[in-house]
């Protein structure tokens, strides 16, 4: 059997955790060795044999960010003749796998790692765009063969933002994590290179600076921590100048009060990451939405306490008490995520991660135990065999 795997991301352009999954899973399906498994993604050209880069069409330079995703769509979709299946991976390869299923009279498998409807600020971001990304994913999700939700959370997002999807072709098949490479590995000479010092408390967020994510949150949170805590912030790819400049803000306001906060932008390799982990305290996910976070899988596998707010797909990794800490949130229901008492979540925010920075060993504690679930429930392997599944469910 031949499977078209389509996506914005692949390595080595990732930059969020619909890249990772996409990038682990094709591992996991290549490893089988009965199925032949192809890549058709974004930019330059890949080295890697079964793997297609496709890079923006000329024809569309300075056209509208949607516009010109489709154009890349178009091309990749024309790539797939041959395949039995197609599976995508976010709005942004959703068109490609749609146009092939239509051309080519072959199932399409969406994967659903996000949902337009619950992320409109990306109007800031996209333009009219926006409109155009949210018309492509509702007519792939309601078109297509099988629905692959990343949590049961998510699950329920989609049925209720596409009612008119068939809630029986809706398949949960949760993110996973390699435990192998992600795992506790100290280097304090990396963790000083980067301005921190090993031998304080830290709190660590890694993520992109975007609405969805709860930066701002954080920022506000971290005024009230302990004094010789640190925040580390492995933040970038802000979504628009205007979250931008509100995050920078807040870091200047914040370094105003205290010391050890410490914005690392750039993209770093894995290991620095695992380092940066290694050397912290407790994890923070102040997110607002978030389907699963696989960012809370990486930080448990390296044996560290997670805090994260309980909202989406969230409270199916992270387990109150025993793996970390769950910050309660009422959300207005409008598609945003936001906080119905914002100064509320901030202060629960800020008493879980004074709670975990001033109990050390507790903190400990729950992080090794979080290890043991990321490894036990997570693995990639079993998300691969949970995928091929589907695969030949829609398949008949």
């Not at 051309?103 to 949902?115: I, K, N, T």
């Not at 329920?156 to 596409?162: A, G, K, N, T, V």
């Not at 795992?183 to 992109?208: K, S, T, Y």
């Amino acid at each position: 059997m031949r499977v078209d795997i389509l996506s914005k991301e692949y390595p080595p352009a990732i930059y969020g955790g619909a890249g990772v999954h996409v990038a682990e899973l094709t591992r996991a399906l290549r490893s089988r060795g009965d199925l032949d498994v192809r890549v058709r993604c974004f930019g330059d050209p890949r080295e890697e044999e079964g793997t297609t880069g496709y890079p923006d069409p000329p024809s569309l330079q300075g056209a509208n960010a949607a516009l010109v995703t489709m154009g890349v769509d178009l091309a990749m979709a024309g790539g797939c003749e041959g395949t039995d299946l197609v599976h995508s991976h976010t709005w942004y390869a959703n068109f490609a796998g749609h146009t092939a299923s239509l051309l080519l009279d072959v199932p399409h498998v969406v994967s659903a790692h996000s949902l337009e409807p619950l992320r409109p600020w990306k109007a800031e971001q996209l333009g009219g765009g926006y409109r155009l990304s949210s018309w492509v994913e509702r007519t792939a999700y309601e078109a297509a063969a099988g629905v692959i939700a990343v949590s049961d959370g998510m699950r329920r997002d989609i049925l209720r933002s596409y009612p008119a999807t068939d809630p029986g072709r809706v398949h949960v098949v949760h993110n996973g994590i390699d435990s192998q490479l992600w795992q506790r590995a100290e280097d304090p000479d990396v963790v000083r290179r980067h301005g921190i010092d090993p031998d304080r408390p830290a709190v660590i967020f890694v993520g992109r600076i975007t609405r969805q994510k709860g930066l701002p949150f954080l920022l506000r949170a971290a005024q009230e921590l302990p004094p010789e805590v640190q925040l580390v912030l492995c933040a970038g790819q802000p979504d628009t100048p205007e979250i931008r400049a509100e995050v920078e803000a807040l870091m200047d306001e914040l370094r105003a009060t205290r010391d050890g906060v410490v914005w690392i932008a750039e993209m770093l390799p894995r290991a620095e990451v695992i380092a940066l982990l290694s050397a912290s305290t407790v994890f923070a996910c102040p997110s607002v939405y978030e389907p699963l976070g696989i960012v809370n899988l990486e930080a448990m596998a390296c044996d560290l306490p997670v805090v994260a707010t309980a909202t989406g797909g969230i409270p199916e990794v992270v387990v109150d008490g025993e793996t970390g800490w769950l910050v309660p949130i009422e959300q207005v229901d409008d598609g945003t995520g936001t906080p119905v008492d914002p100064d509320r979540f901030v202060a629960d925010l800020a008493a879980a991660l004074t709670a975990a920075v001033t109990d050390p060993e507790r903190a400990r504690e729950r992080g090794l135990a979080g290890r043991r679930r990321a490894v036990e429930e997570f693995s990639w392997a079993t998300i691969g065999d949970r995928t091929l599944e589907v695969y030949q469910q829609v398949l008949g």
